[in-house]
């Protein structure tokens, strides 16, 4: 069999899952014995690959980096946080003087994109201290402290481990005790204790603070060679108002340096990214009922694997722990789900091996835990096994692949993990021997994690799922297509890490089910959830085990929606809840899409809703945002009193709020933007808020909503409709969306309109230009600048930069041009273009000889063009010229008279030029020109045969010719394109609406 060493003092090396053979029966037979079953180590989705710099190491989403002042870590980082607020230090007290072991050497002995192993050596007088560090792709780090001194003298009174945190990113706590989790005292220690159970059955071997982002965590297999005052205090949290330290204490009371050797695990959260719908997962162990009435947008169905029981039906329990004897009970379901698009994991509880499975008798020696443990279900022994055993991790591997094969199966649920027992069966090598000979526990987390990740990486090389995710997920193609969730009553990040969710609160099972008085704020509170059940501070979706019999006035089934929704916590144990309100909650949020809808849960700030009345943590708000339209929850979890909130909207737009539940709709106050909601103790309310377009509320949308919009052009504003604090191409399009006005011809042929509130020379970020596509039925419904809503220009931000040069001379004109582009441009058969223009006199005596305002696909003189430009000569003698060539090459041109109506300087004046081509390639021509002030315009006519266009991709250029050889000296404001000729009645009426300058 195998043989996996526990501790020793010549470990100078990490042997992490690194196993020893040692054959002790004879096994061969079996078909399990020695497989390769989800090895070798891999980096298994969602993670990536290890990065190494000079001394730090990247997991995904954290660094670990070391430097010369110690030995252990000085920044640990978890997204963009620092989480040490000052290096990790080993501290020996040595002849009554405290000191602390500097980092000497640091080697990368291995580097792999699965793990990388670094050994650093530490001297402070006469003792050595050689270190060795194991990272594994999740980010869990393993350290192992050798001590050596060639005297063997020289005694250590006191050895501790500081590591200083930021005080501001720890408030909660958690261990691996059923009552060690919470908040954090301001001024007060919090001591951690190594033996726990009510019959010292379990050790707390992990420690975990942080808050509900981030987090730190250490694991520890024992107590070897530690000497702490008690066991009781082996680590203490050390928590003052302004700092924070955790200390583990590692000697208390004399002992020789030579031959000691330390042991723990860190490992910084989240642990790996999280799925973006987690606040939306839903889980059940039911086919029927909720599960099936909510159908696709249930996230996974846990059924229980039932053995026959001696030819009287299907019994379940025995299942959970016998992988050879499942029943073909499980079809049926199995198939069901499937039909409705519901992924299927059969649970199956991994710490105990039942009676029932074949020749146990002949492994449970080296299978089981010692001290032995059993417990007796329906009269079957179900015994504590232990994951050091690496025969018993093959045979398990080998039989849930069979069996998930087998069944059809989307993943598998255990009821429990690996490796949660204290274990010194020396069969499989678990345990040590103390200073009094006798054999103690280990707790086998190394080999508890080894097990879980091979696990995870077979069910990574079995399960490719057609129902995960979920039908309304987003998609997720970085993210595992199987389901891996365990149950535990607490949080072990390093070994349930692997999987791919996790299910918590059963802890409160006794205190809740046929209780219907029962209170999550009595029984919980706010902190000791955040510490323990949520998702983001782990970065696994943490499902709530909703385990409350809720078959009477749905009371219940409001208190978890109450504290879970606001939480984003996903819901396990459907089926248990109230069916006529879970289903509504839950119909809603499938129309929502609340999925693939921008989740705010309620620790954060939210640029929605804002509480300002009562300031309590007992009014919790959440939002999902998506498609212009938010889905708020509000909660009161308040155990003994109803509550009156008042909410403020944070927007500049004006919603309109519905309660999703009842259809109420909920008063607004538009002057100080404020409502509010009534809500019973430990209830909420789901409030749906959407816009109206009617900007001016006139009952309708039309071109006046349009001019609001307009005039708030990238800035924050009632048109804000999507929250993202300006008004933009996003805003116009829901407005065009609910247009409800009329539409006059003119209006109906626009295509695209642009105002540069300061001209041509405007800069966007500041609001002073704007373009938007209009409704109009021309191509492709108009342009778009750049096709993305972008302005296009050697410089960003700025619409054109205003440029005067010499006309006729050989000064190359400098300046900048907007270019709008887009699949379907300008159609070149027929079409009108206006705008306002004001030449510039004010620094140069002449202005550009072809100084050009509008021009499609290049220049006049390229094939495929039509242009606009100011041409002004000597004598100052100016015209509007409108011209260009057709497919052939074909020149065409008109011009406006020149007088002085339209030579202006710094004055405005109102162009126009109108074009159409008849089927027989008749080409009419009509250019306007007129100042303000002016009773009639300055035009001319012109007309030519044999015109024949092609269309080309090209892009429209306003300011400029497309090369930027031709820059407008002047501004440009208020430009329209229409996609037919107007008539002069309608080019009247533009130019009488615009000329209030």
């Not at 050994?119 to 999740?138: G, K």
């Not at 939306?280 to 249930?298: E, F, P, R």
């Not at 921008?598 to 007992?618: C, D, G, H, R």
Request: charge should be negative.
């Amino acid at each position: 069999m195998i043989n996996k060493i526990c501790l020793h003092k010549k470990m100078t090396l990490i042997f992490l899952f690194v196993f020893i053979a040692v054959v002790h029966f004879d096994v061969s037979a079996a078909i399990w014995t020695n497989n390769t079953i989800g090895l070798p180590m891999r980096v298994i989705k969602p993670w990536t690959p290890l990065q190494c710099g000079t001394k730090s190491v990247s997991a995904w989403g954290r660094t670990y980096q070391w430097q010369n002042g110690s030995l252990l870590p000085s920044s640990i980082i978890s997204g963009n946080d620092e989480l040490l607020a000052g290096p990790m230090l080993i501290f020996a007290t040595i002849n009554g003087v405290s000191q602390s072991f500097p980092l000497n050497n640091f080697t990368f002995t291995q580097q792999a994109d699965e793990r990388v192993v670094i050994t650093a050596q530490s001297i402070i007088n006469s003792i050595t201290v050689n270190a060795a560090f194991t990272i594994d792709f999740d980010g869990f780090v393993w350290c192992v402290l050798n001590f050596s001194e060639p005297a063997g003298t020289t005694q250590i009174s006191d050895l501790r481990i500081d590591v200083p945190v930021q005080r501001n990113k720890v408030k909660y706590y958690q261990d691996n005790t059923s009552t060690g989790f919470g908040s954090i005292p301001a001024n007060a220690n919090v001591n951690f204790g190594w033996v726990t159970g009510a019959t010292g059955e379990y050790r707390n071997f992990y420690h975990w603070f942080g808050d509900e982002e981030k987090g730190l965590g250490f694991a520890y297999r024992s107590l070897q060679y530690w000497k702490p005052i008690t066991n009781t205090n082996f680590c203490t949290f050390l928590s003052r108002p302004t700092t924070a330290t955790y200390r583990i204490n590692l000697l208390q009371s004399p002992a020789l340096a030579n031959g000691l050797v330390y042991e723990f695990g860190i490992q910084a959260t989240p642990i790996k990214p999280l799925v973006p719908d987690y606040h939306s997962m839903l889980g059940d162990t039911m086919v029927y009922g909720i599960a099936s009435q909510i159908g696709d947008y249930v996230d996974i169905i846990a059924m229980m694997p039932q053995v026959e029981n001696n030819g009287a039906g299907c019994d379940i329990f025995p299942g959970l722990n016998d992988p050879e004897n499942w029943s073909s009970c499980l079809n049926n379901p199995v198939s069901t789900c499937h039909s409705t698009g519901q992924a299927v994991g059969v649970a199956l509880c991994p710490q105990k091996l039942s009676a029932t499975i074949p020749n146990l008798n002949s492994y449970l020696s080296e299978w089981k835990v010692i001290p032995e443990q059993s417990l007796d279900w329906d009269g079957i022994a179900n015994y504590d096994n232990c994951p050091a055993s690496a025969d018993l991790v093959n045979y398990f591997v080998y039989q849930w692949k069979q069996r998930i094969l087998q069944y059809n199966l989307d993943g598998i649920y255990f009821d429990g993990w690996l490796g949660a027992w204290p274990c010194k069966n020396e069969v499989h090598g678990c345990g040590y021997i103390d200073g009094q000979g006798n054999r103690q526990e280990i707790v086998p987390i190394l080999e508890a994690r080894t097990a879980m990740m091979r696990v995870a990486t077979m069910l990574e090389d079995t399960i490719n799922s057609n129902y995960v995710p979920v039908t309304y997920s987003p998609n997720k193609p970085d993210f595992p297509n199987y389901y891996f969730m365990v149950h535990s009553w607490t949080t072990v990040p390093p070994i349930m890490g692997f999987a791919t969710s996790w299910l918590t609160g059963e802890y409160l099972w006794s205190d809740v089910v046929g209780n219907h008085s029962a209170s999550y704020a009595q029984l919980l509170g706010v902190d000791k959830l955040r510490a323990r059940s949520i998702s983001n501070n782990w970065g696994v979706p943490n499902f709530w085990d909703a385990v409350i019999s809720d078959t009477l006035d749905g009371h219940l089934t409001k208190m978890v929606f109450a504290w879970m929704l606001p939480h984003g916590e996903p819901i396990f144990y459907l089926s248990m809840m109230n069916s006529p309100l879970t289903i509504n909650v839950y119909n809603i949020m499938k129309e929502f899409e609340t999925r693939k809808a921008m989740f705010t849960p309620a620790w954060k700030s939210n640029s929605y809703l804002e509480v300002t009345s009562p300031i309590s943590q007992n009014i919790l708000t959440a939002t999902w945002e998506a498609d212009y339209q938010v889905l708020a929850v509000v909660s009161n979890i308040d155990g003994s009193n109803s509550a009156a909130i008042t909410l403020k909207w944070n927007k500049a737009s004006n919603p309109i709020i519905v309660d999703a539940l009842t259809g109420e709709k909920i008063p607004y106050n538009q002057t100080s933007k404020t409502f509010q909601v009534s809500i019973a103790k430990e209830d909420f309310r789901l409030l749906k808020f959407t816009h109206s377009a009617d900007l001016d509320n006139d009952e309708d949308v039309d071109f006046s909503d349009l001019a609001i919009l307009v005039d708030q052009w990238l800035i924050d504003g009632t048109a804000d409709f999507n929250g993202d604090n300006d008004v933009d191409f996003s805003d116009f399009a829901f407005l065009v969306s609910k247009w409800t006005g009329p539409i006059s011809p003119i209006d109906r042929a626009l295509i695209f309109a642009a105002r540069y509130n300061n001209g041509l020379d405007a800069d966007i970020s500041n609001g002073d230009a704007v373009a938007i596509v209009t409704h109009g039925a021309g191509p492709d419904v108009g342009l778009s600048a750049d096709g993305t809503g972008v302005f296009a220009g050697s410089t960003p931000n700025k619409a054109l930069t205003q440029t005067v040069g010499y006309a006729h001379s050989s000064i190359v004109n400098t300046g900048e041009k907007v270019t709008y582009q887009s699949e379907n441009n300008i159609s070149l058969e027929t079409g009108t273009f206006v705008g306002w223009v004001k030449a510039s006199g004010s620094e140069r005596f002449f202005v550009p000889a072809e100084g050009m305002i509008f021009a499609e696909n290049g220049h006049w003189t390229s094939n495929n063009s039509i242009t606009l430009y100011d041409q002004y000569t000597y004598g100052y003698q100016r015209q509007y010229v409108f011209a260009g060539k057709d497919a052939y090459g074909n020149y065409f041109a008109v011009d406006t008279v020149s007088t002085s109506a339209n030579k202006g300087f710094d004055e405005w004046v109102f162009v126009a030029a109108s074009w159409s081509v008849s089927v027989d390639g008749n080409l009419s021509l009509k250019i306007y020109a007129r100042s303000i002030g002016q009773s009639s315009f300055a035009t001319g006519t012109s007309s030519y045969s044999d015109i024949d266009f092609t269309e080309v991709a090209g892009p429209l250029t306003i300011g400029s010719d497309s090369w930027g050889s031709r820059i407008y000296g002047g501004l440009v404001d208020d430009v329209q394109i229409y996609n037919r000729a107007l008539t002069d009645e309608e080019i009247e009426s533009i130019y009488s609406s615009g000329n209030e300058r």
